[in-house]
Structure formats: C-alpha cells, structure tokens
T-cell receptor
Framework: DGGITQSPKYLFRKEGQNVTLSCEQN?????MYWYRQDPGQGLRLIYY???????QKGDIAEGYSVSREKKESFPLTVTSAQKNPTAFYLC??????????????FGSGTQLSVL | RKEVEQDPGPFNVPEGATVAFNCTYS??????FFWYRQDCRKEPKLLMS???SGNEDGRFTAQLNRASQYISLLIRDSKLSDSATYLC??????????????FGAGTRLAVHP
C-alpha cells in the first residue's frame, strides 16, 4: 500500500542534543512538507520541498534543518537551537503543482518531548 | 485576529444528533477550502473539499459563504465513530512554489451513546 511512514512514533531529546525525525513516502509525490502541531494551535509549516535537492523555509524554520537527497525521503533535524521543541511533528506529501496539489497526505506523526 | 478561526469545542452530542461546525477566515483572496478529520495523536485525513455551491458526502455537508468568509460542516445522524477533531483548512493559493495552507486549531466532537 502507498503511504507515508514516519519514525519514530515517540522521541525524547536531551538538552543540547540534535535529533532527526524520519519521513519516507512511496506515493511518488514530488512535494513534501514538515508541519509542527501544538495544543490549541493549527499546524504550522516548518520546511517544504518541491523536488529532490531543493527545499524552502516555511513559517517557523528557525532551529530546524532538512535534506532532500532522494524523492522518497525528507528527514527533519531538530537542532539544539530550537528552544521549545516539544510538539507533534507531521510529515506530508502532495502532487507537485496544479489542481490537487493542495491536498495533503500525512504520515502518522512523531511526538517529540524534551527530557 | 487568527487567519482561520474555529470554535475549539468540545461539542458533546448523543448518537443520532445533527451537529454543525463553523470556521471563519480572514483573507478574502483565499482560493480553496477543506475539512480534515484528526483522531487523537494521529494524522489528519482529508474529509472533504468545500465548494461554493455546497457539497454533500453521505452524512456530511459542507458549505462555503465567500461574502461572509466562513465555511461550515454539518454532520447528520452522528455516530460514535465520528468522535474526532475537525480541522478547517484554507488555501491562500500557489505562491513561492507551494500551496500556502492555513490550518485552524480544530473543533473537537465527542459523540456519546
């Protein structure tokens, strides 16, 4: 079955540590996204990528980094510069451009907490 | 003012009830609209797109009022399995290489026996 796989489901970060969240898709979608969800708030865009080897900052990119070396994979690193990393992180993908591109398919999410 | 506002709820309703959610948006240039459903600590899933003419999918009806800048979702004959958080999503359009989607914080629905 096609879909998006995020891992791990739960992740704990120590002070000063970088952690990486995995996102893999086999939907053959060009566009991939990372969102952050906090209680009582809507999803906020961290980074997005339209194509391999290209990515752009979203609304809240500070303290995060990404790479897009393969079409299927879009890992997110939460760096020590992100002072409030506790949140639910969602990876998504869509077809690139045109009608339908606004419809997102989400992974099951990673809950990141600070120790 | 938030770009997309929803009543957080929770809406507690008995099985079989009809319940309606509203969502208001601030940008009059918004181009398309969606309702997503999200179960607790799981991924959002697209429930339905919202069209100006209104659209229906089984027990679910979505309406868009561009003049007043709100969209609504009506659920008839509520089932226990409808218990979830419903996210209103507004697409501001394709710019900078992607569709800029604005997510509401969600309205929580709890259906009880």
């Amino acid at each position: 079955d096609g879909g998006i796989t995020q891992s791990p489901k739960y992740l704990f970060r120590k002070e000063g540590q970088n952690v990486t969240l995995s996102c893999e898709q086999n939907l053959n979608h060009d566009a991939m996204y990372w969102y952050r969800q906090d209680p009582g708030q809507g999803l906020r865009l961290i980074y997005y990528s339209q194509i391999v080897n290209d990515f752009q900052k979203g609304d809240i990119a500070e303290g995060y980094s990404v790479s897009r070396e393969k079409k299927e994979s879009f890992p997110l690193t939460v760096t020590s510069a992100q002072k409030n990393p506790t949140a639910f992180y969602l990876c998504a993908s869509s077809i690139e451009g045109g009608t339908g591109a606004e419809k997102l398919f989400f992974g099951s999410g990673t809950q990141l907490s600070v120790l | 003012r938030k770009e997309v506002e929803q009543d957080p709820g929770p809406f507690n309703v008995p099985e079989g009830a009809t319940v309606a959610f509203n969502c208001t948006y601030s940008n009059s240039a918004s181009q398309s609209f969606f309702w997503y459903r999200q179960d607790c600590r799981k991924e959002p899933k697209l429930l339905m797109s919202v069209y100006s003419s209104g659209n229906e999918d089984g027990r679910f009806t979505a309406q868009l009022n561009r003049a007043s800048q709100y969209i609504s979702l009506l659920i008839r004959d509520s089932k226990l399995s409808d218990s979830a958080t419903y996210l209103c999503v507004v697409n501001l359009g394709f710019s900078g290489g992607y569709n800029k989607l604005i997510f509401g914080a969600g309205t929580r629905l709890a259906v009880h026996p």
